[in-house]
């Protein structure tokens, strides 16, 4: 599986749904894992090869290494998860950079990462240390291979390492000078060019252990202990391993130009609060929804929200009479109804605190948000229905939906030039649940479409090409 998940990789490939983990699902219809979750499961990966780089280490025979392997005692914490949707970033008609001046968020105390589905590396770093760090990962094409989901964990939080690695001032091993003698070149091998030629005496970078790579006559990766397992090396070893120059190397930028990233922790894994609520909510009768979406913080045992009115402008100042606090409950801050419990009033502002605290690692710590409230429109609206396509289709036609609530459903297909109406789903009553409709639409012309879903009275939308 791993040859063809690494290799899919360059292929062109289907995006389902909306082209990107998202905060509620995975973005085809699998509303049990999302994007928080991706961005948590990956640091716990990235830091479980940091933790365990003694036992990682593989000594390359002929370079003379010190007697015990190093200790990685760098860790990551997750600071929070945001969603762009835009369509300049996502097909890169901006470049990195342009992306992150849009985005950057504290990109001089916290290392930002843009999962960039359309990039064109699996890994790109901003450079080489300096004091504004960032990386792109691609991540999602390979996850939405069924196949890979497990294998594009692993290669995500390698990923993560070997990018940073960049951001700490490492360079690749195998062919360059990366100040380093303890991280072995690549070893000599004869590569045969692709016309055919020879070019004797170049560095070989072992992906994967392969004896049917050609050489004139050595041959690059043809026995187990020419394969490295280094994290600047191009591997598909897992996990990899640091030498102590890198560490080395890793610790003084930080002493220096990345001073700034380091962040206090005892030790050991402290927790981090993080939230994602909408600015503001309509306040209805029966059905107010203020959710806060608290799957992002991070490593946190017990959790306690505080809330209360402010005066806009005025965020320090609860005004007496409106504090609530749901004192500390234990487990991880999920998706957390706040009109279950606090009677929010229309047209008010409101500070939203969370707190979170790990009890095996102090301190806890606080992230605050304000969010506004408006009066009920008329009707009341429907925060109920999710559309998803897969996007582009050929002659099968995927939908996703998932409706929260019962009612009444029509679906139809649009050509955007001719105005052709194609019917997907008649007008049906259905229940709350998820669903998956395919239809066969080979007699449709190529072209761009939109979906429109017509869900109790609400229109949602969605483009996708028909190829
Ligand atoms: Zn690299």
Request: aromatic share 12%; charged share 15%.
């Amino acid at each position: 599986m791993d040859d063809a998940c690494s290799a899919a990789i360059n292929d062109g490939f289907l995006y389902m749904g909306s082209g990107n983990f998202t905060e509620t699902s995975d973005g085809f219809g699998n509303n049990n894992y999302n994007g928080y979750q991706r961005a948590e499961e990956i640091i716990i990966k990235a830091n479980s090869e940091l933790a365990n780089n003694i036992d990682q280490w593989r000594k390359t025979p002929g370079e003379s290494y010190p007697p015990t392997p190093p200790q990685n005692n760098i860790r990551y914490i997750l600071s929070g998860v945001y969603f762009h949707r835009d369509d300049d970033a996502y097909y890169h008609t901006l470049t990195r950079n342009q992306i992150h001046a849009k985005y950057n968020i504290d990109g001089n105390d916290v290392l930002d990462v843009y999962h960039a589905p359309k990039d064109g590396f699996d890994g790109f770093a901003s450079g080489f240390g300096g004091s504004n760090k960032y990386f792109f990962i691609r991540d999602y094409p390979l996850y939405i291979q069924p196949a890979c989901q497990n294998w594009s964990l692993e290669f995500a939080g390698k990923v993560y390492n070997h990018e940073i690695g960049h951001t700490l001032s490492l360079r690749h091993t195998w062919n360059e000078q990366d100040a380093c003698n303890d991280t072995p070149l690549g070893f000599i091998y004869d590569r045969v060019t692709n016309t055919g030629g020879c070019l004797m005496n170049q560095y070989a970078n072992c992906y994967r252990f392969d004896p049917n790579i050609p050489g004139c006559p050595r041959k690059p990766c043809d026995e187990q202990h020419k394969i490295t397992n280094n994290v600047m090396d191009y591997t598909e070893q897992f996990p990899r391993a640091y030498t102590q120059c890198q560490i080395n190397r890793i610790n003084s930028e930080l002493a220096g130009n990345g001073n700034t990233y380091i962040h206090s922790c005892n030790g050991c894994m402290p927790s981090q609060a993080f939230f994602h609520m909408n600015k503001s909510y309509w306040i209805c009768e029966n059905t107010s929804s203020v959710v806060l979406n608290g799957l992002a913080s991070f490593n946190e045992t017990i959790y306690l929200i505080e809330i209360c009115e402010i005066v806009p402008g005025q965020p320090s100042n609860c005004m007496s009479g409106t504090y609530y606090s749901t004192g500390w409950m234990t487990g991880t801050v999920g998706r957390i109804e706040l009109a279950s419990f606090y009677n929010f009033l229309p047209d008010k502002s409101y500070k939203i605190t969370l707190t979170v605290d790990n009890e095996d690692c102090p301190p806890s710590h606080t992230f605050e948000q304000i969010i506004g409230t408006k009066g009920c429109p008329v009707p009341e609206p429907c925060v109920c229905f999710e559309l998803m396509a897969v996007n582009p289709f050929g002659d099968e036609f995927s939908l996703y939906y998932d409706a929260t609530e019962s009612g009444l459903l029509e679906v139809v297909l649009v050509n955007q030039v001719s105005g052709q109406v194609t019917q997907l789903i008649s007008p049906t009553q259905i229940s709350a649940g998820s669903y998956i409709h395919r239809q066969n639409v080979g007699h449709l012309p190529t072209g761009s479409y939109v979906v429109l879903a017509n869900f109790k009275g609400e229109q949602y939308a969605k483009t996708a090409i028909r190829f």
